[in-house]
């Protein structure tokens, strides 16, 4: 199994473009997760999605939307980028047959 | 969500046994505690889970006291390889639907020669 599958791995951008950040799982996971991680901190969470068709704000929502597509896939927008959003970021997944959160490798997001 | 404070950073040496305690004064009675390990440019890996007295696997030890007021992550025997950020979390347990996993800023353990 793949586990958790981010795209792209690494991305630059100019300020006030757009892209989004794609996430797929082969769990059967019902919760996704987008968190933002930058150099030198913890986690901070973005924006979750409880199960497919809901989706609710996290600690640093603003200058992010983000779509469940389907169980498998969560997907994070940056609408207009700013150099505030470099980070890494990462996806993650939990479902119910397992006490733990599975990660993806991260897009490592600069904004120049 | 309980919040969590924990060390900012350890130093250790290889062989050493490490343990990082975490306070949660206002756990609540549903909540579990998750530890996780972040390596560089790496997303976090579970660790360990309890909700009270001692949790034991390959990897570490989870001690809780009674109250559930703190915990404390024990890692034996580290090496080099054990140099990451750790992770304590306080919260439904993951198998509860729409669990808002919040991280906070981790422990850097840092394991010398």
């Known amino acids: 199994n793949a586990g958790v599958t981010q795209t792209p791995k690494f991305q630059v951008l100019k300020t006030g473009q757009s892209m989004t950040l794609q996430c797929a799982q082969d769990m059967n996971h019902n919760s996704m997760y987008w968190y933002r991680q930058d150099p030198g901190m913890g986690l901070r969470l973005i924006y979750y999605?409880?199960?497919?068709?809901?989706?609710d704000k996290g600690e640093v929502p603003n200058g992010y939307n983000v779509s469940r597509l389907n169980k498998r896939e969560f997907s994070l927008r940056l609408e207009s980028a700013a150099p505030s959003q470099t980070s890494v970021y990462f996806c993650?997944?939990?479902?119910?047959?397992?006490?733990?959160?599975?990660f993806g490798q991260g897009t490592r997001l600069t904004v120049v | 969500l309980a919040k969590t404070t924990q060390p900012i950073s350890m130093d250790s040496y290889e062989g050493q046994e490490v343990n990082i305690t975490c306070s949660h004064n206002?756990?609540?009675?549903?909540?579990?505690i998750t530890w996780y390990q972040q390596f560089p440019s790496q997303g976090p890996r579970f660790i360990i889970q309890?909700?009270?007295t001692k949790v034991t696997n390959e990897v570490a030890s989870l001690f809780i006291p009674a109250d559930r007021k703190s915990s404390t992550l024990s890692l034996p025997r580290v090496s080099l390889s054990d140099t990451a950020v750790y992770y304590c979390l306080v919260g439904l347990m993951i198998k509860a639907a729409g669990n808002k996993l919040t991280f906070g800023g981790g422990t850097r353990v840092l394991v010398k020669p």
């Open positions: 999605s409880a199960s497919e068709g809901t989706t």
């Open positions: 309890g909700y009270k």
């Open positions: 206002n756990i609540a009675t549903n909540d579990y």
């Open positions: 993650a997944s939990t479902g119910q047959g397992a006490p733990e959160a599975f």
